[in-house]
């Protein structure tokens, strides 16, 4: 009997869950928040539907180890020295100054200094997978703020597990004082030794002996004992079974089969966790949000603002835009799950009383509905603020002027925006011929590198009017918007255009469709990654099957001169193309 409750209960779950997640589609929103919505819905709070909410955390908890168990995975150490400055310098600022901060507010309030110092702890945390999931949708992930948010939200996850050693300190339930702590932190130094032995000697051998076995069971059973069997150990050694589920996935990570592992439990993980989101949304008492809407709308407020503007602060002394910092911190102002995790581990030990957990999770879950939001209209909010109060008043980072002493008037100049691959590639080419170049570039260090090798680059925002008219824009020949930001991007082009009604502008984009609104703007050329891609596909393949270089040229030349009308045209005029070129491929 009671199996087939829990089955019940699945099946309510899925069935709305289902129902909320296409009305979220239909509407372009993430899945997350629409799990939330579902859990709300569904609990003891709204239409009551399931009759056991704790036989649902109790899957919900396997969703979370799961989901420490893949970033452990995706995560790596090769990864953490890439990102380095932004995950530690810029990662370690935000959390510590939005803990500071939130701790400071809690305690002017009247809290006890534990429970001000562990509320400054959940709210540092953010959503990693709501983040990522938005910004890879905007193709944004990749953009300064972007990869700033990124590095923050590692860190974050990294922070997740001496806040949960801290826990029975705060709470006053650690024993032994300083010879606790001391024991703690050498099991803690076990752990990762151990960790470290499985990682470069045992694992891998242990993986590739299964998989001569090609067996996809096999190894998928090898990789959840693994898991299972480092998350109990560290269990046993006195931390959580979630730390235990990190560090199983960062020795498979360090493996060769990281990859393929990932792969196999993302499908597991998926389910586990949407059980965890609607689990959270039933444990939201909405007759608590309507007896205290002040509180829960003046928290949320609070929230989401003092964590942008907290946030923003480490990436302006490290040296960003104020509009890159201030996006970044907008992409990370809402509350985490993992923060969910621990407030209920919190007022497990009393941390939280019941009416403080209430006033969390309505806070919380409201920044989380909200996120969808912020991340679409972010772009245009900073806009706004800055029509009011230019950025880099609020939040002096590296002033432009820092970095441009012994700018040069140049005359019939092209501007290169972006220093990446696309720009020092036309450097390059534009040196070749003698071409004079300015390049503008929001990466500090990327600055100071090149100006090290003698290139004219300066720091500053291309999308600005001030910094466009340091740069001569008045008096350049061309703009070459080579960023991979697509909202700074627009705002480029548009502003550049009504500087210079006769400057010819060209810039890069990801996607064939963001064409006729930059075009719109003011862009004479715009080149899409995903045409030109396919461009080369295809001239690779027919160049395969034999047909000569000058037939290939013929109709890349042709589809180009169209304005990129083929990836549009009928299905007829397709098959006109296909039949033409076929009588050309030899036969075997």
Same mark, same amino acid.
């Given at each position: 009997m009671e199996q087939l409750l829990v089955l019940k209960d699945l099946a309510v779950i899925f069935a709305v869950s289902l129902l909320v997640i296409l009305v979220f589609h239909q509407v372009k929103l993430p899945a997350l928040p629409g799990f939330i919505v579902a859990g709300v819905l569904l609990g003891p709070n709204a239409l009551g539907l399931v009759s056991d909410v704790h036989r649902v955390e109790g899957l919900a908890e396997v969703?979370?180890?799961?989901?420490?168990?893949?970033?452990?995975?995706?995560?790596s150490l090769n990864r953490l020295r890439e990102m380095g400055r932004q995950v530690l310098v810029g990662g370690g600022l935000q959390v510590g100054l939005t803990v500071a901060?939130?701790?400071?507010? *809690?305690? *002017?309030?009247?809290?006890?200094?534990?429970?001000?110092?562990?509320?400054?702890?959940? @709210?540092?945390?953010?959503?990693?997978?709501?983040v990522l999931k938005g910004l890879t949708d905007k193709g944004e992930i990749d953009a300064p703020h972007g990869r700033l948010a990124t590095g923050v939200l590692i860190f974050q996850d990294l922070c997740v597990v001496p806040i949960m050693l801290a826990l029975p300190f705060l709470a006053g339930?650690?024993?032994?004082?300083?010879?606790?702590?001391?024991?703690?932190?050498?099991?803690?130094?076990? @752990?990762?030794?151990?960790?470290?032995?499985?990682?470069?000697?045992?694992?891998?051998?242990?993986?590739?002996?299964?998989?001569?076995?090609?067996s996809r069971e096999l190894?998928?059973?090898? @990789? @959840?004992?693994?898991?299972? %069997?480092?998350? %109990?150990?560290?269990?046993e050694a006195g931390a959580s079974l979630a730390l235990g589920a990190f560090l199983a996935g960062l020795v498979i990570s360090e493996s060769d089969y990281g990859h393929q592992a990932l792969a196999e439990l993302l499908p597991f993980r998926d389910v586990f966790i949407s059980l965890f989101f609607v689990a959270v949304g039933m444990l939201v008492q909405v007759h608590f949000i309507r007896e205290h809407p002040v509180w829960t709308l003046g928290g949320v407020l609070l929230v989401l603002g003092g964590k942008t503007v907290v946030a923003a602060v480490g990436p302006a002394l490290l040296g960003y835009a104020g509009r890159v910092a201030l996006l970044a911190g907008l992409a990370i102002s809402q509350v985490g799950e993992f923060s969910f995790v621990l407030a209920r581990e919190g007022r497990g030990m009393t941390l939280l009383s019941e009416s403080a957990y209430q006033t969390f999770l309505a806070v919380a879950v409201s920044t989380m509905l909200l996120t969808p939001f912020l991340l679409q209209g972010g772009p245009a909010l900073i806009d706004g603020l800055e029509r009011l109060v230019p950025l880099d008043r609020l939040l002096p980072g590296l002033r432009p002027s820092a970095l441009t002493a012994g700018e040069q008037p140049f005359t019939d100049h092209v501007i290169v925006a972006g220093y990446g691959l696309n720009g020092r590639n036309l450097t390059a080419a534009l040196r070749s011929i003698d071409a004079p170049y300015l390049i503008v570039e929001l990466n500090a260090q990327t600055v100071r590198q090149a100006r090290s090798r003698g290139e004219p680059a300066f720091y500053g925002d291309a999308t600005r009017e001030e910094i466009l008219r340091a740069l001569g824009i008045d008096r350049a020949r061309m703009l070459v918007a080579a960023i991979s930001d697509p909202a700074a991007t627009r705002r480029m082009v548009r502003v550049a255009r009504g500087l210079n009604p006769g400057v010819h502008i060209i810039a890069r984009t990801r996607y064939v469709v963001e064409i006729p609104e930059l075009i719109r703007l003011g862009a004479n050329d715009v080149i899409p990654e995903e045409f030109e891609t396919s461009i080369e596909i295809f001239a690779r393949v027919l160049a395969y099957y034999g047909v000569g270089r000058a037939d290939?040229?013929?109709?890349?030349?042709?589809?180009?001169?169209?304005?990129?009308? *083929? %990836?549009?045209?009928?299905?007829?005029?397709?098959?006109?193309?296909?039949?033409?070129?076929?009588?050309r491929i030899p036969r075997g």
């Open positions: 969703g979370v180890v799961l989901l420490l168990f893949t970033i452990g995975i995706e995560f901060v939130a701790a400071l507010v *809690a305690a *002017a309030l009247g809290l006890p200094w534990q429970v001000a110092l562990f509320l400054g702890c959940l @709210i540092a945390l953010s959503s990693t997978a709501l339930r650690a024993t032994g004082g300083a010879a606790q702590l001391a024991l703690a932190l050498g099991k803690a130094a076990l @752990i990762v030794v151990g960790v470290t032995i499985l990682a470069r000697t045992i694992v891998p051998r242990l993986l590739a002996e299964i998989l001569k076995t090609r190894f998928l059973i090898a @990789i @959840i004992l693994l898991g299972t %069997l480092t998350a %109990l150990g560290t269990a290939i040229d013929r109709l890349v030349e042709q589809i180009r001169a169209s304005h990129y009308e *083929a %990836l549009r045209t009928s299905a007829a005029a397709g098959e006109h193309l296909r039949l033409g070129m076929v009588g």
